[in-house]
């Protein structure tokens, strides 16, 4: 693959999927800067470099000082015009590099105020999501296929009252709960919102997210936000094995119906699982791995984002990405957070082919099952849209004759 002529120009033509994209973690820079400066509110600095050299660095210490810059990005989202450029534009920068279908990830309850309702914030990104998809369509030729996208809200395992305006309401008028049942009631609150947004305005919110932090914050804790969804027909995914072991996996999988699974970092890593009633760890990983293979749950690999925010990974080629594909569990490759992490599916996707020297087979089955295992639908419209990316992605084989 490293040795075919023009194949970055393949790379960027051939169609892509982004299903593990945040949308707070992913703005303009220059963006980001004139949504500060209009809306009067500090940043470390007002410039590119300077914002690259103090907040969005190439490198970060641990997941504490890589989460640092959303503080800054979640305080100019809370705007129904400045959520509505932000996903246009974040569609748009996704779609001059080839990507055909995203899913956007967020916390709304994030975004919420006394003036922006949840059902406000869903319908502003929204709307900048479809212009994006509306402009782009009405541009292709004949059988190329179409942009399309959903979107996933993040239920936060973790918050205070100064996570955000909401959430510091939800506090107070919970306040005779303790916090461990404040955090499952607001997941809940989540999951009952977007239901009926959803189905009310037409919007197409495709699954909900557990996002946030997960030592401490077991999935099982959020069964009941997660049982809702999945008997009101939502999918479910969520970030499991990013910072803990397998027995966070496996409560995602059996406590939460998750259709697809985001990093799954510590798949493999038995001194990761801290349950003392696991005896044989071995064989739990065995069966773990056996049963999410079987089951065709997909991982969202985020390669870039799992090097800057786990120091124990020095090296990308130390990355349980290949064993994953050892194993052939279904797999997609993502960018997690295109700012934080100053990268793009492209460079996510040389990152594989370069780092685990795939051959032309292993890439294309990675691209097209990220179409597969999308949560686009309907299903009789959903296979139609793979077959057409299929029969488009084999053109470009073609063009750029790779064998």
Do not use: W
């Amino acid at each position: 693959m490293k040795n075919i002529k023009n194949f970055r120009n393949f790379l960027l033509e051939m169609p892509k999927t982004d299903l593990h994209l945040h949308l707070d973690g992913s703005l303009r820079l220059d963006t980001l800067i004139d949504l500060a400066k209009t809306g009067n509110m500090q940043l470390p600095a007002y410039s590119q470099e300077g914002l690259k050299k103090l907040v969005f660095k190439p490198n970060y210490k641990d997941l504490g000082e890589y989460l640092e810059g959303f503080q800054y990005t979640c305080s100019v989202l809370r705007d129904k015009e400045n959520l509505e450029r932000v996903a246009y534009e974040l569609a748009v920068d996704n779609q001059k590099e080839g990507v055909r279908y995203i899913e956007v990830r967020f916390a709304p309850q994030l975004n919420t105020t006394e003036k922006l309702s949840l059902k406000d914030v869903m319908i502003s990104v929204n709307n900048g999501l479809k212009k994006a998809a509306q402009e782009f369509n009405s541009k292709l030729a004949p059988n190329e296929p179409e942009f399309h996208y959903g979107i996933i809200a993040c239920a936060m395992r973790m918050f205070n009252e100064h996570f955000s305006p909401y959430y510091k309401n939800f506090c107070n008028v919970h306040s005779y709960s303790k916090h461990s049942e404040i955090l499952k009631l607001a997941a809940f609150e989540l999951a009952q919102a977007m239901v009926e947004i959803r189905d009310r305005y037409a919007i197409p919110i495709v699954a909900i997210d557990l996002a946030g932090q997960e030592d401490g914050y077991p999935a099982e804790d959020y069964t009941k936000a997660y049982e809702f969804a999945h008997t009101h027909f939502m999918h479910k995914t969520v970030h499991a094995g990013e910072a803990y072991g397998a027995e966070s996996i496996f409560q995602a999988i059996t406590k939460c119906y998750a259709d697809r699974l985001g990093h799954c970092l510590y798949l493999f890593d038995k001194s990761k699982i801290q349950d003392k009633n696991i005896s044989d760890k071995d064989q739990y990983i065995r069966n773990l791995i056996t049963f999410i293979a079987e089951k065709r749950i997909t991982i969202e690999v985020c390669l870039s984002s799992n090097l800057q925010t786990n120091p124990e990974l020095t090296d990308i080629r130390n990355h349980p990405f290949k064993q994953m594909m050892k194993e052939e569990i279904s797999l997609s490759l993502c960018t997690d957070n295109r700012l934080v992490s100053q990268t793009s599916m492209v460079k996510e996707v040389m990152l594989a082919v370069q780092s685990f020297d795939l051959s032309s087979k292993e890439l294309k089955n990675i691209i097209i099952y990220g179409f597969k295992r999308s949560f686009y639908g309907p299903y009789d419209k959903k296979r139609k849209y793979v077959r057409q990316i299929i029969n488009f992605y084999t053109k470009l084989e073609e063009k750029y004759n790779i064998k």
